[in-house]
């Protein structure tokens, strides 16, 4: 057993008896394309954002077809409370546009065929493979990289270098939950700026709050 992987079974427990609720996304979706769009959206964004904006969204646009024919300047004001709207407008057209026509309307459950749409990094792509297709992927955003790098758990520059550090240590049964406890973690107290650090329950382990 690897110091790493020794660490992550002293914090998994505590982890999962501070956050036991915190085991799927908060996006609201009742579809694999929804939750697409919604991950989507959520790029410089909060989830309670995206869900005020998708739940008028989606109520009048749910399919690839309906968003295929519409031009930016007619989505634009429906995803404005998103940060980047323009940009991912013009994604989620483009998308939707290429699933109608490459997928048979379907999203697809490899990484390789969603990182090829436009405006799905890797990120999002485990996320959709995580929650709608049940794949044990490691989804990487700023929060799962903070927590992990200050916890030890990862020591990588890049998302992909973390992805790959923690899919060694964490049984795939457990990614999914980890996933989104870590964030739950970070958005509220292991922040960015002025982390909580008198609220956490890692102060032990935590470089960060050793320093």
Do not use: W
């Amino acid at each position: 057993m690897t110091n790493k992987t020794s660490l992550y079974h002293k914090l998994i427990g505590i982890l999962t008896n501070t956050y036991p609720d915190n085991t799927t996304t908060m996006l609201n979706s009742k579809t694999h394309f929804e939750l697409l769009i919604a991950v989507m959206l959520s790029a410089q964004s909060t989830d309670r954002q995206v869900n005020k904006i998708t739940a008028r969204l989606f109520e009048r646009y749910y399919k690839p077809q309906h968003f295929a024919r519409l031009q930016p300047e007619q989505l634009e004001p429906l995803i404005k409370g998103c940060g980047l709207y323009k940009n991912k407008s013009r994604n989620i057209i483009k998308t939707s546009q290429i699933l109608i026509n490459k997928h048979n309307s379907r999203v697809p459950s490899s990484l390789e065929e969603l990182v090829k749409l436009p405006g799905v990094g890797r990120k999002t792509a485990n996320v959709v493979l995580n929650i709608a297709f049940g794949q044990p992927t490691m989804p990487v955003d700023t929060h799962v990289s903070r927590v992990t790098r200050r916890l030890g758990l990862a020591y990588g520059a890049t998302p992909e270098q973390i992805e790959k550090e923690l899919l060694d240590i964490v049984p795939p049964e457990q990614r999914g939950d980890f996933h989104h406890r870590i964030i739950e973690h970070g958005r509220t107290i292991c922040r960015a700026r002025k982390p909580l650090c008198q609220n956490c329950v890692f102060t032990d382990f935590c470089s960060h709050y050793k320093n």
